[in-house]
T-cell receptor, first 114, second 117 residues
């Protein structure tokens, strides 16, 4: 069965610093996709970044990058130059191949302080 | 485009009452999903649909039923609400490109906060 593990319930980072949020996954599928979503206190789910299992390069989207280490089955999110507005819950998720179902981790609450 | 909308936004039910949550999307997406989010547990899939007229069970389907009579709508029903169903419910949709390749993201609705007393 597929599984996503986020071992950091909470993280603190100072404004303008970089932070890494950990995510490990388990799957027997050769083809899969990994996602990160942000959930601010207002509750909506905001898509941040995607990494396909066959992508040769790590995904980047502005200040977000995904450190994809396939052999270690990890897909850590790196946020550079943190901003106060980055304070939120962050969820790592994996997509099942044929149904597009997302399997979510339990999330990491990031707090950015001035 | 409105994207994915959910009705209602908030609801309080008494144990044993029934209700239906409506999810609507105007993006012509084939795939639709219902998740529930509980504190400390992330999102868990309740039911999903890969096309009009089809539904399938997810991770936590007990106590819920769904219907997808129209492509743009996905209904989640609670026949006899229980306090354990107090949660925030999210609907999502996605599509596949021609050739069956999945697109990157699921589009989420704003959520419905349900409290069962």
């Amino acid at each position: 069965a597929q599984k996503i593990t986020q071992t950091q319930p909470g993280m603190f980072v100072q404004e303008k610093e970089a932070v890494t949020l950990d995510c490990t996954y388990d799957t027997s599928d050769p083809s899969y996709g990994l996602f990160w979503y942000k959930q601010p206190s207002s509750g909506e789910m905001i898509f941040l970044i995607y990494q396909g299992s066959y992508d040769q390069q790590n995904a980047t989207e502005g200040r977000y990058s995904l450190n994809f280490q396939k052999a270690r089955k990890s897909a850590n999110l790196v946020i550079s130059a943190s901003q106060l507005g980055d304070s939120a819950m962050y969820f790592c998720a994996m997509r099942e191949t044929f149904t597009d179902k997302l399997i979510f981790g339990t999330g990491t609450r990031l707090q950015v302080f001035p | 485009n409105a994207g994915v909308t959910q009705t209602p936004k908030f609801r309080v039910l008494k144990t044993g009452q029934s209700m239906t949550l409506l999810c609507a999307q105007d993006m012509n997406h084939e795939y639709m999903y219902w998740y529930r989010q509980d504190p400390g547990m992330g999102l868990r899939l309740i039911h999903y649909s890969v096309g009009e007229g089809t539904t399938a069970k997810g991770e936590v389907p007990d106590g819920y039923n769904v219907s997808r009579l129209k492509k743009q709508n996905f209904l989640l029903g609670l026949e006899s609400a229980a306090p354990s169903q107090t949660s925030v419910y999210f609907c999502a949709s996605s599509y596949r490109r021609r050739g069956g390749l999945p697109v990157y993201e699921q589009y989420f609705g704003p959520g419905t906060r349900l409290t069962v007393t």
